[in-house]
């Protein structure tokens, strides 16, 4: 927000603070995910912090800046908790990646049917970040080693052949 008021003279329309039980790319170190009740409460820490540093910039641009929370979001109480913290609203996605209105192919709504707790697990994705992902032969295999790349795409900022386990361009269900 601070970049957007200095170069462009403007605010954010809204702001999602996404959370450590998020799929795909996550915000945290691996080494943090590994303590789920810290991650937590550091986690609830960043909203309170993120819904007060954007009182500031509401009131330079007189306006509203919705804060929806990600991430974690699974029934109810999760949605209330976060309403409770001054969240204006919630993102939720993967309860609806199986849905017909969701383009994803069939062999990954499938996977997302089909998975249970123990199926999901932290790997690291083609930048370093950890990546929440449903077990399944490919990623069992870039957990224990990595594929070969010989030629880059530059899709990613941040990702160099030789350094990533594989290529996202690549990969095919």
């Not at 991650?39 to 800046?65: C, H, P, S, W």
């Not at 997302?112 to 370093?128: F, H, Q, R, W």
Request: glycine share 8%; proline share 4%; charged share 30%.
């Amino acid at each position: 927000m601070k970049q957007w008021d200095k170069k462009y003279q403007r605010t954010a329309d809204f702001i999602v603070v996404e959370g450590p039980e998020a799929g795909g790319h996550l915000g945290f170190a691996g080494k943090e995910l590994a303590d789920s009740r810290q991650v937590k409460l550091d986690f609830t820490e960043n909203v309170r912090a993120t819904l007060q540093m954007k009182q500031q910039y509401e009131e330079k641009y007189g306006r509203k800046i919705p804060v929806f929370v990600a991430g974690g979001i699974f029934i109810k109480e999760d949605v209330q908790e976060v309403l409770a913290l001054g969240a204006d609203g919630v993102q939720v996605a993967t309860h609806f990646v199986a849905t017909q209105e969701c383009d994803a192919h069939e062999a990954c709504k499938q996977a997302y049917v089909n998975a249970k707790e123990e199926d999901l697990v932290i790997m690291e994705s083609p930048v370093g970040m950890p990546a929440r992902a449903i077990r399944n032969p490919f990623v069992e295999q870039m957990m224990e080693g990595a594929e070969k790349i010989t030629f880059c795409y530059k899709c990613i900022k941040g990702c160099h052949p030789g350094k990533p386990k594989y290529c996202i361009q690549l990969r095919k269900i």
